[in-house]
């Protein structure tokens, strides 16, 4: 054990008798509304640990709310958007139906302007697995009277013709395609002149002389000579029109939108149609659907 000189001996008890002293007189001394100056020690002394003490508390428990706080924003974030594209696609399949009945409107719309011409309307469910092909496959067959070589139309206009038939369902050559075609004639001067497929969305029409008159904007009719078609059937209208040797070069954009087929109608006969109508969708939509008419 060191031995404590005597000298820091006296000095440390000095200074503890000085503490002591001090402490007494702290104690038996009262300043202003008789708090004593022992208090006022203490609490000088404990109030920078009670702030820095409180300062830490309040830092953690804002740490700790602030990271409970994001978790849960988190979560909510991450429900928020699964619920957004839920709604996305809730939303979606609503524009989609909305549109079927739109387009299922019009076709049962125009069944029923032309009651007395005997048509079927068919689902199309399928489309050619050859790029070089222009042809669907639809939801009519044999058993629904469906036979080849059979005019298919839309509301629009000139679709194709049936190629094959099958027990339950049929397959349509469209009029697009290379070996796709329709006798067909010019709406102001009847010209009748055969209009084929290009294997491109426009059409041609063959045969024209240089002489014949023939302007982009024409309409082009069907022209009932190709035993497929009753006559004045809309099949499009002229784009483009350009001199050629010996025949003129002239392209038409189908009247049918033969790239985004959903719903046809299959034609069981020539009999020619009447003018088209006006036609109340609405009241279409609400009419009772007839055996042979509805899509399935």
């Known amino acids: 054990m060191l031995a404590i000189p005597s000298r820091h001996r006296s000095l440390a008890l000095l200074a503890l008798v000085v503490l002591s002293q001090a402490l007494l007189l702290a104690v038996q001394i009262k300043r202003e509304r008789q708090v004593r100056l022992i208090r006022v020690w203490t609490v000088a002394m404990i109030t ?8 830490a508390i309040d830092h953690v428990e804002g740490g700790w709310r602030n990271y409970i706080g994001l978790r849960h924003a988190s979560r909510e974030n991450q429900e928020l958007r699964a619920e957004l594209d ?20 019009t076709v049962l719309g125009f069944r029923e302007a032309h009651a007395n011409v005997p048509m079927l309307a068919a689902r199309v469910i399928g489309s050619s697995a050859d790029p070089a092909s222009r042809a ?9 009277g469906v036979r080849k070589n059979m005019g298919v139309i839309t509301p629009e206009g000139v679709v194709g013709k049936i190629l094959e038939v099958y027990p339950q369902s049929a397959q349509v050559l469209l009029l697009n395609d290379r070996e796709g075609g329709v ?29 014949q008159s023939v302007a982009v904007g024409d309409t082009v009719l069907t022209s009932g000579q ?43 006969t020539q009999q020619e149609l009447e003018p088209k109508q006006e036609i109340d969708h609405s009241a279409a939509a609400k009419a009772p659907p007839h055996s042979s008419g509805t899509p399935r």
């Open 86 to 105: 839920r709604l996305k696609l809730r939303n979606s399949q609503l524009e989609s139906r909305a549109a079927e009945a739109d387009r299922l409107a």
């Open 48 to 55: 920078p640990i009670q702030r820095a003490g409180a300062w």
């Open 136 to 144: 669907i496959y639809i939801s009519r067959g044999e058993s629904d």
């Open 226 to 268: 190709d035993r497929i078609f009753p006559k004045d059937l809309p099949v499009g209208t002229v784009v483009e029109v350009k001199p050629g040797n010996p025949f003129k070069l002239i392209r038409i954009k189908p009247a049918a939108h033969l790239d985004r087929l959903e719903e046809v109608l299959v034609l069981l």
């Open 183 to 211: 006798g067909a004639l010019l709406a102001g001067s009847r010209a009748q002149s055969p209009v084929g497929g290009t294997g491109e969305p426009l059409l041609a029409m063959k045969y024209v002389s240089n002489d």
